[in-house]
Nanobody, 122 residues
Framework: QVQLVESGGGLVQAGGSLRLSCAAS????????IGWFRQGPEKEREFVAA????????YYADSVKGRFTISRDNAKNTVYLQMNSLEPEDTAVYYC???????????????WGQGTQVTVSS
């Protein structure tokens, strides 16, 4: 069992930065890949970024590549999403998820956090 809690969301102006955190409980955290997903107003949930169990591999959606960076600290059971050059289109609820597969597919992730709101004003 893995429980995930996101934090770090908020309101920021376009061009600004935020760092989201995903804190996990449970001893199996380091054996799980972690993904970040987001769901904007009247949009479907979409993949943002993923990181492998060791942190050695990362994968990004084209829409955030070069602006967002995912990282993890297994000693702290925490994954981060550094978001730079934010755009109004990035406005969404951001969720982290844990699973055994390092993929972009939501169905491959077994555990989900409750989400944190990110709002980017123009």
């Amino acid at each position: 069992q893995v429980q995930l809690v996101e934090s770090g969301g908020g309101l920021v102006q376009a061009g600004g930065s935020l760092r989201l955190s995903c804190a996990a409980s449970g001893r199996t955290f380091s054996s799980r890949a972690i993904g970040w997903f987001r769901q904007g107003p009247e949009k479907e949930r979409e993949f943002v970024a993923a990181i492998s169990r060791s942190g050695g591999s990362t994968y990004y959606a084209d829409s955030v590549k070069g602006r967002f960076t995912i990282s993890r600290d297994n000693a702290k059971n925490t994954v981060y999403l550094q978001m730079n050059s934010l755009e109004p289109e990035d406005t969404a609820v951001y969720y982290c998820a844990a699973g055994y597969s390092f993929t972009s597919r939501p169905d491959d992730y077994n555990y989900w956090g409750q989400g944190t709101q990110v709002t980017v004003s123009s």
